[in-house]
């Protein structure tokens, strides 16, 4: 399904689509364009609105240029440009995936009992 937003003329290929939590949860979705007059003229209504949902949300959005393939990472109101496959995935996995836990190994109830009364 999501592959339909690369193929012109199909219903899913204008607009965004919003993933949380790993689902598809919209698609064909209108963003709100950013109002930075400090965005390059060379940035089209895809950028603006990347740009635009970074700044009115909690989201990490990704665009990639229609013209000429080029990939992007909107985050909290700033763009990063020119991501290739490997920089896109570590930003992702660094904005998204939470850092693993380290927990520390607990004794069974058994050896807390023993040294409660000062045997080993």
Request: glycine residues 10%; hydrophobic residues 40%; contains cysteine.
């Given at each position: 399904?999501?592959?339909?937003?690369?193929?012109?003329?199909?219903?899913?290929?204008?607009?965004?689509?919003?993933?949380?939590d790993g689902m598809l949860k919209a698609a064909g979705c209108v963003?709100?364009?950013?109002?930075?007059?400090?965005?390059?003229k060379d940035?089209?209504?895809?950028?603006?609105?990347?740009?635009?949902?970074?700044?009115?949300?909690?989201?990490?959005v990704v665009v990639v240029s229609e013209e000429t393939g080029?990939?992007?990472?909107?985050?909290?109101g700033v763009l990063i440009r020119r991501l290739d496959r490997q920089n896109l995935f570590n930003m992702l996995q660094e904005e998204?995936?939470?850092p693993e836990q380290q927990e520390t190994p607990?004794?069974?109830?058994?050896?807390?009992?023993?040294n409660e009364k000062g045997q080993r």
């Amino acid at each position: 399904m999501l592959g339909t937003i690369f193929y012109e003329g199909t219903p899913l290929h204008d607009g965004a689509v919003v993933v949380r939590d790993g689902m598809l949860k919209a698609a064909g979705c209108v963003l709100p364009l950013s109002d930075n007059l400090e965005i390059g003229k060379d940035m089209g209504t895809r950028h603006r609105a990347a740009l635009g949902m970074s700044e009115n949300s909690d989201a990490v959005v990704v665009v990639v240029s229609e013209e000429t393939g080029i990939i992007s990472l909107a985050r909290n109101g700033v763009l990063i440009r020119r991501l290739d496959r490997q920089n896109l995935f570590n930003m992702l996995q660094e904005e998204l995936v939470p850092p693993e836990q380290q927990e520390t190994p607990k004794k069974s109830s058994f050896w807390r009992k023993k040294n409660e009364k000062g045997q080993r």
